[in-house]
């Protein structure tokens, strides 16, 4: 038999119904903070990954997928979507069509990542890019916007980690001084960690492994050695989240996996999914859209794991959704009226109801126990001395209250369904 490729994973139609309403969330509050929706496509040019993300990260080191192509083009299924946002931005010149683009996603992305709870190879993030402002108040919304969608989902262990990476020319010096503390103690660190002390040694600070953490607790921190304007930036956005009700911590050992960071950088994580508990993490990247080829402008944006967030629901029981129903089940009494309840469901539809009947030819019997398993709210009869008499049998399954109506009646049986 051939299954699922591993870390991929089927949505089956009962988990379906979470995954809609998680999106119906993201959609309504975004659309109030007035982000408009970009879709890009699955597949970009594997430079953009590269200068984009940076060649050091793991994502690019270790965990895209990437193919040649028939023009022998290298393409890369994406890992993650704020390169392709900044991409369309570029190309489109969405910056001379107006100086703030604020632009929100629902995307499949890809790392061939090892699978675990809340992480697959093929996995979902929804997120926001807003370009073209330096704004800290824009800092602070994207904060807002990811922590309100959280809070409406019902979720309640989460908590805002925040720090702040400070401009390159800062954070530079500071590698430097990092680098110092480092160099006797290089040989204590994980093999990983050895790598990342040349490539990317910031990223030291997310090792979860013993000796580097070890090696790692008296090092200096980023955050006192930021530049003034930083700092500033950085305290404006703590009084306005502080403002607006959010509950933040500062961790100045937090930093991004992606080279684009600047300045204000956070995550929200939840300690109901496990090992990997950020749900969603962002920040300002002044430097990308130029990075990539585009006129100088700032940006600011946070990603959100769909996978994870819904672990994280399950597992505080927040989704709570009603089952899902239909309006109305057909229920063929006589045989020889096949194409009659046939045409009787599709006039159904057209009036907009959501109709089914059976396709089985079973007993009227097991054709009720299909109406109760598809939770219908009303059963139409067709068949019987009801309907040999011109009258069609109406039944509220809730209430079990039986209504007979006329042939040429049926606009007041669409009517009575969708009161």
Same mark, same amino acid.
Not at 14 to 21: F, N, R, T, V
């Given at each position: 038999?051939?299954?699922?490729?591993?870390?991929? /994973?089927?949505?089956?139609? *009962?988990?379906?119904?979470?995954?809609?309403?998680?999106? &119906?969330?993201?959609?309504?509050?975004?659309?109030?903070?007035?982000?408009?929706?970009?879709?890009?496509?699955?597949?970009?040019?594997?430079? #953009?990954?590269?200068?984009?993300?940076?060649?050091?990260?793991?994502?690019?080191?270790?965990?895209?997928?990437?193919?040649?192509?028939? &023009?022998?083009? &290298?393409?890369?299924?994406?890992?993650?979507?704020?390169?392709?946002?900044?991409?369309?931005?570029?190309?489109?010149?969405?910056?001379?069509?107006?100086?703030?683009? /604020?632009?929100?996603? #629902?995307?499949?992305?890809?790392?061939?990542?090892?699978?675990?709870?809340?992480?697959?190879?093929? @996995?979902?993030?929804?997120?926001?890019?807003?370009?073209?402002?330096?704004?800290?108040?824009?800092?602070?919304?994207?904060?807002?916007?990811?922590?309100?969608?959280?809070?409406?989902?019902?979720?309640?262990?989460?908590?805002?980690?925040?720090?702040?990476?400070?401009?390159?020319?800062?954070?530079?010096? !500071?590698?430097?001084?990092?680098?110092?503390?480092?160099? %006797?103690?290089?040989?204590?660190?994980?093999?990983?960690?050895? /790598?990342?002390?040349?490539?990317?040694?910031?990223?030291?600070?997310? +090792?979860?492994?013993?000796?580097?953490?070890?090696?790692?607790?008296?090092?200096?921190?980023?955050?006192? @050695?930021?530049?003034?304007?930083?700092?500033?930036? @950085?305290?404006?956005?703590?009084?306005?989240?502080?403002?607006?009700?959010?509950?933040?911590?500062?961790?100045?050992?937090?930093?991004?996996?992606?080279?684009?960071?600047?300045?204000?950088?956070?995550?929200?994580?939840?300690?109901?999914?496990?090992?990997?508990?950020?749900?969603?993490?962002?920040?300002? !990247?002044?430097?990308?859209?130029?990075?990539?080829? %585009?006129?100088?402008?700032? %940006?600011?944006?946070? *990603?959100?794991?769909?996978?994870?967030? $819904?672990?994280?629901?399950?597992?505080?029981?927040? $989704?709570?959704?009603?089952?899902?129903?239909?309006?109305?089940?057909?229920?063929?009494?006589?045989?020889?009226?096949?194409?009659?309840? @046939?045409?009787?469901?599709?006039?159904?539809?057209?009036?907009?109801?959501?109709?089914?009947?059976?396709?089985?030819?079973? +007993?009227?019997?097991?054709?009720?126990?299909? *109406?109760?398993?598809?939770?219908?709210?009303?059963?139409?009869?067709?068949?019987?001395?009801?309907?040999?008499? %011109? /009258?069609?049998?109406?039944?509220?399954?809730?209430?079990?209250?039986?209504?007979?109506?006329?042939?040429?009646?049926?606009?007041?049986?669409?009517?009575?369904?969708?009161?």
């Amino acid at each position: 038999m051939i299954k699922a490729v591993t870390g991929t /994973k089927d949505i089956l139609p *009962a988990e379906i119904p979470g995954w809609k309403y998680l999106e &119906s969330v993201v959609e309504r509050i975004f659309r109030s903070f007035n982000y408009k929706e970009i879709r890009t496509p699955v597949f970009e040019e594997t430079g #953009l990954f590269a200068r984009g993300i940076g060649e050091e990260t793991d994502i690019v080191g270790k965990e895209m997928y990437t193919f040649i192509d028939r &023009s022998e083009t &290298s393409i890369t299924l994406k890992p993650e979507m704020t390169a392709s946002v900044v991409r369309a931005y570029i190309e489109h010149s969405l910056g001379k069509q107006q100086q703030l683009n /604020k632009l929100y996603y #629902l995307s499949p992305m890809f790392r061939q990542e090892r699978p675990q709870a809340g992480r697959q190879r093929q @996995f979902h993030q929804f997120g926001c890019e807003a370009l073209g402002s330096a704004s800290p108040l824009l800092d602070a919304e994207i904060i807002i916007v990811a922590f309100s969608i959280l809070k409406e989902l019902g979720l309640k262990d989460i908590k805002v980690k925040l720090n702040s990476l400070g401009v390159p020319s800062s954070r530079e010096n !500071y590698k430097k001084i990092l680098r110092e503390f480092l160099k %006797g103690s290089v040989k204590k660190l994980s093999e990983d960690s050895r /790598k990342r002390y040349d490539a990317n040694i910031l990223r030291i600070f997310d +090792s979860k492994i013993e000796c580097d953490q070890e090696v790692m607790k008296d090092a200096p921190l980023l955050l006192d @050695f930021i530049d003034e304007e930083s700092k500033n930036d @950085f305290e404006l956005v703590k009084t306005l989240l502080t403002q607006s009700g959010i509950p933040f911590e500062v961790d100045p050992r937090l930093v991004r996996g992606l080279d684009y960071y600047t300045k204000t950088t956070f995550e929200i994580v939840s300690g109901k999914v496990g090992a990997q508990s950020a749900l969603c993490g962002g920040g300002r !990247y002044d430097l990308l859209i130029e990075q990539l080829g %585009g006129v100088p402008a700032p %940006g600011v944006g946070f *990603a959100a794991g769909m996978e994870r967030i $819904l672990l994280a629901c399950e597992n505080e029981r927040t $989704l709570n959704l009603p089952p899902e129903s239909i309006d109305i089940y057909i229920i063929k009494l006589d045989k020889e009226l096949t194409a009659a309840a @046939f045409q009787t469901v599709l006039e159904l539809r057209k009036s907009r109801l959501t109709a089914e009947l059976d396709y089985l030819d079973r +007993s009227v019997k097991a054709q009720m126990r299909e *109406a109760n398993k598809l939770n219908a709210r009303f059963v139409l009869f067709v068949g019987g001395d009801e309907y040999k008499s %011109g /009258k069609l049998n109406l039944k509220n399954m809730s209430t079990g209250e039986q209504r007979l109506f006329g042939m040429n009646d049926f606009q007041q049986i669409v009517q009575l369904i969708k009161m």
